[in-house]
């Protein structure tokens, strides 16, 4: 167990829908990473938090947003649902930013039907 | 040509075998990360190194600097260690993946 948690497991939706992904990192990291796993693109940065801010940001499309609470946990949420955003999305968190080890949480299966 | 470049894609070994995956990268990093993703889609980070060397039980992670290449080397491998072996490199605050080394270990 990592110790980042992410809700739901598995969600299966429709095209065109909204849904929110959730992440708790592990007690004491300040560091939120969205990643996205998809079977032809493998694993892809989305965008990262660092203390509530965003740091850093990577192939996240305009219908994606993301972003960190005070109490440090994240959401990712997804609009404009298409097929071709079904994958696994994983979160990640660190102590700090940049040169720490990560850890991630087990991701959200993504079905957009 | 990806920026993190990882080979064999796929490997397969009789138990016992001592395994060698690379990875080759072509942009700074601040480190290397190895990790490991099991058929449940789990992600487990192995390793993240900087310099040299280090070692975890019968898993090695070495990386070279100069030459921008790591590798990962399991020793006396066993079944359990069927996975995907995915490196992945710090650069500017993000990761950049590569696309695995998906390794099969028979018994």
């Keep these: 167990d990592s110790g980042v948690t992410q809700t739901p497991k598995h969600l299966i939706t429709a095209t065109g829908q909204r849904v929110t992904l959730r992440c708790s990192p592990r007690s004491g990291d300040l560091s939120v990473y969205w990643y996205q796993q998809s079977l032809d693109q493998g694993l892809q940065f989305l965008i990262q938090y660092y203390n509530g801010e965003e740091r850093a940001k990577g192939n996240i ?7 960190q609470f005070p109490d440090l946990h994240s959401e990712l949420n997804l609009s404009s649902l298409e097929l071709g955003d079904s994958a696994l999305y994983f979160c990640a968190s660190s102590v700090v930013t940049g040169n720490t080890e990560a850890f991630f949480g087990q991701g959200t ?4 039907v | 040509k990806n920026e993190v470049e990882q080979s064999p894609q796929n490997l397969t070994a009789q138990e016992g075998e001592f395994i060698t995956i690379n990875c080759s990268y ?3 990093i601040s480190a ?3 990790l490991q993703q099991h058929p449940g889609g789990g992600i487990v980070s192995l390793f993240m190194l900087s310099s040299g060397k280090k070692k ?7 990386i070279n600097i100069q030459e921008k290449h ?3 080397h399991i020793t006396a491998s066993h079944p359990r260690d069927s996975a995907v072996y995915i490196c992945a490199v710090y650069n500017t605050d993000k990761l950049i993946f590569g696309t695995g080394t998906r390794l099969q270990v028979f018994p």
Aim: glycine share 8%.
């Design chain 2, 70 to 72: 790591s590798s990962l």
């Design chain 2, 26 to 28: 072509s942009v700074g």
């Design chain 2, 56 to 62: 975890h039980g019968r898993l090695i992670a070495t």
């Design chain 1, 109 to 112: 299966r993504l079905t957009v």
């Design chain 2, 32 to 34: 290397l990360h190895w």
């Design chain 1, 61 to 67: 499309l305009e219908r994606f947003s993301a972003q």
